[in-house]
């Protein structure tokens, strides 16, 4: 069974490399497909020339916008390209930068033996204590030096399909989702690392997100007083006060990334 994966970034240099290292266990370098945001209008195009050194691991898409965070320019280019990928590939898989897809049995083989046309992960979220766990050491095991995180509805994302999909915002949702599979998880990045998340705040600078309480708000904020109260905040509830149920990282899941 023919199968791919794609993901779109703007100037990412730290999740890019952690998601083409998990993702090309099981994906060819001709599999993978990266959108790059250019952003050479930020910083000279260094980023764009750091992307163009991995060319060998993957297929690499430079595209430009001058808006940053456009919740709906990303959904529009998103589907275009799910519906280009489905015409060479009888399953196409979505996910963004700093999500990783895994089941026990490998991803590739949960795809092979999949029978229905799509499939909805059970979103995890993974999150630092920020007074028990410091900086994560990038160069070893993610999950290994973090203990917690929480379940999350609008990370349980539709993202493995074999046709076409009508997402969403921030793909959280499809019309044509299932129930979440209980063994596939989908497990979320962006809490891992505190100091990581902040950094990559203030690097971005997101033109189109500038009306406080606008979905994706958590991009885009810059003040570290902000994330440090959003940080232990359910993603389910924001921007309501509901703090998440925390619980230890699934064991299953533990030596994944």
Not at 206 to 211: E, G, Q
């Given at each position: 069974m023919s199968k791919c994966i794609f993901t779109i970034m703007r100037r990412e240099p730290l999740w890019f490399p952690i998601f083409l290292n998990y993702y090309s266990q099981y994906f060819k370098p001709e599999e993978i497909h990266v959108i790059n945001h250019s952003c050479a209008d930020d910083d000279g195009g260094e980023f764009d020339s750091y992307v163009n050194k991995f060319s060998n691991r993957c297929v690499?898409?430079?595209i430009?916008?001058?808006e940053t965070f456009d919740h709906e320019w990303l959904r529009q280019v998103v589907m275009a390209k799910q519906r280009k990928l489905l015409r060479h590939y009888s399953t196409v898989v979505f996910a963004e930068i700093d999500e990783?897809?895994?089941?026990?049995?490998?991803l590739d083989n949960f795809i092979d033996l999949m029978k229905v046309n799509c499939v909805r992960a059970t979103g995890f979220e993974v999150v630092q204590k920020l007074d028990e766990e410091g900086q994560i050491d990038w160069g070893q095991p993610l999950l290994g030096q973090r203990s917690q995180g929480y379940f999350s509805r609008i990370y349980s994302k539709t993202l493995i399909s074999k046709i076409p999909l009508s997402w969403s915002w921030g793909f959280h949702n499809c019309k044509e989702e299932p129930e979440p599979d209980p063994e596939l998880y989908?497990?979320?990045l962006h809490k891992i690392d505190f100091d990581s998340c902040l950094k990559r705040n203030r690097l971005h600078k997101h033109t189109k997100?500038?009306?406080r309480g606008q979905a994706g708000e958590q991009n885009v904020r810059q003040e570290e007083s902000w994330l440090r109260?959003?940080?232990n905040m359910d993603v389910d509830g924001f921007p309501a006060e509901?703090?998440?149920n925390h619980v230890p990282i699934p064991k299953k899941i533990k030596a994944s990334v």
């Amino acid at each position: 069974m023919s199968k791919c994966i794609f993901t779109i970034m703007r100037r990412e240099p730290l999740w890019f490399p952690i998601f083409l290292n998990y993702y090309s266990q099981y994906f060819k370098p001709e599999e993978i497909h990266v959108i790059n945001h250019s952003c050479a209008d930020d910083d000279g195009g260094e980023f764009d020339s750091y992307v163009n050194k991995f060319s060998n691991r993957c297929v690499i898409e430079n595209i430009v916008n001058t808006e940053t965070f456009d919740h709906e320019w990303l959904r529009q280019v998103v589907m275009a390209k799910q519906r280009k990928l489905l015409r060479h590939y009888s399953t196409v898989v979505f996910a963004e930068i700093d999500e990783i897809l895994y089941h026990q049995s490998g991803l590739d083989n949960f795809i092979d033996l999949m029978k229905v046309n799509c499939v909805r992960a059970t979103g995890f979220e993974v999150v630092q204590k920020l007074d028990e766990e410091g900086q994560i050491d990038w160069g070893q095991p993610l999950l290994g030096q973090r203990s917690q995180g929480y379940f999350s509805r609008i990370y349980s994302k539709t993202l493995i399909s074999k046709i076409p999909l009508s997402w969403s915002w921030g793909f959280h949702n499809c019309k044509e989702e299932p129930e979440p599979d209980p063994e596939l998880y989908l497990i979320h990045l962006h809490k891992i690392d505190f100091d990581s998340c902040l950094k990559r705040n203030r690097l971005h600078k997101h033109t189109k997100l500038v009306t406080r309480g606008q979905a994706g708000e958590q991009n885009v904020r810059q003040e570290e007083s902000w994330l440090r109260h959003w940080w232990n905040m359910d993603v389910d509830g924001f921007p309501a006060e509901i703090l998440a149920n925390h619980v230890p990282i699934p064991k299953k899941i533990k030596a994944s990334v």
